[in-house]
């Protein structure tokens, strides 16, 4: 799940980037409005967490600008505490959750969670794709019980086919999905992982279709 994380503080963005990046997101961070902005015109994400005080262009801004294109990318603002102002001006501004400073990044994360199940309609925990069962919180996947093995990237595949299974998942939206700025995957890797994840589904009769110039396609389970 690929996230934009706009937070001008050096300290608190390295710590939340990490900390997310730990958690198995895949994160770029913007560190003013300016960059967030252009971030949000040219990329696709999950879950946008946006700082309201920044430089360049303020976060407010950045959401007006970012709805006005009609982009529904899920976004969580971030505000001071005495800041009501700033909450109800961003939540009217089409916020859909907000966190007040000091955050606490585990709540962050289950705020995290939320946008991203609201987003796919996906209510539970955990998705079934038998024999298989995907754990969206602990990130690992079992079969019956006993853990199956999968790199991190071949899971962040699999998560994505699974929110959309039934749908073409393009190859580009898969590339957002697993790589950020700083570690840019080609559109040759996503044939690597891609080739390792079905590999591995097949030993367990899943099958990936591949739909020629479109995309990947898990098919609905009957
Ligand atoms: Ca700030």
């Given at each position: 799940?690929?996230?934009?994380?706009?937070?001008?503080?050096?300290?608190?963005?390295n710590a939340?980037?990490v900390?997310?990046?730990?958690?198995?997101?895949?994160?770029?961070?913007?560190?003013?409005?300016?960059?967030?902005?252009?971030?949000?015109?040219?990329?696709?994400?999950?879950?946008?967490?946006l700082?309201?005080?920044l430089?360049?262009?303020d976060?407010?801004?950045?959401?007006?600008?970012?709805r006005?294109?009609?982009?529904?990318?899920?976004?969580?603002?971030?505000?001071?505490?005495?800041?009501?102002?700033?909450?109800?001006?961003?939540?009217?501004?089409?916020?859909?959750?907000?966190?007040?400073?000091?955050?606490?990044?585990?709540?962050?994360?289950?705020?995290?969670?939320?946008?991203?199940?609201r987003?796919?309609?996906?209510?539970?925990?955990?998705?079934?794709?038998?024999?298989?069962?995907?754990?969206?919180?602990?990130?690992?996947?079992?079969?019956?019980?006993?853990?199956?093995?999968?790199?991190?990237?071949?899971?962040?595949?699999?998560?994505?086919?699974?929110?959309?299974?039934?749908?073409?998942?393009?190859?580009?939206?898969?590339?957002?999905?697993?790589?950020?700025?700083?570690?840019?995957?080609?559109?040759?890797?996503?044939?690597?992982?891609?080739?390792?994840?079905?590999?591995k589904?097949?030993?367990?009769?899943?099958?990936?279709?591949?739909?020629?110039?479109?995309?990947?396609?898990?098919?609905?389970?009957?």
């Open positions: 799940m690929r996230i934009l994380l706009v937070e001008d503080d050096a300290i608190l963005g939340t980037s900390y997310l990046r730990n958690n198995g997101y895949v994160v770029d961070w913007a560190q003013d409005g300016k960059q967030a902005d252009l971030a949000l015109h040219e990329d696709m994400y999950e879950v946008v967490i700082d309201l005080g430089p360049q262009m976060g407010l801004n950045v959401l007006k600008r970012l006005a294109r009609k982009i529904s990318t899920s976004v969580i603002i971030l505000t001071a505490r005495d800041a009501l102002e700033d909450r109800i001006a961003g939540l009217d501004l089409g916020a859909d959750d907000y966190l007040i400073k000091p955050i606490k990044l585990p709540e962050l994360t289950a705020r995290l969670r939320v946008q991203i199940r987003k796919h309609a996906v209510s539970a925990a955990t998705i079934e794709y038998p024999p298989l069962t995907l754990h969206v919180k602990e990130r690992l996947v079992t079969q019956l019980g006993e853990p199956f093995a999968l790199s991190p990237r071949e899971f962040s595949l699999l998560e994505t086919l699974l929110m959309r299974v039934g749908k073409v998942v393009s190859k580009e939206s898969l590339l957002g999905n697993i790589s950020d700025w700083d570690d840019s995957l080609g559109n040759n890797a996503i044939e690597v992982y891609m080739h390792r994840l079905r590999k589904l097949l030993q367990v009769g899943i099958e990936i279709r591949t739909v020629r110039g479109l995309g990947y396609l898990l098919d609905k389970q009957s």
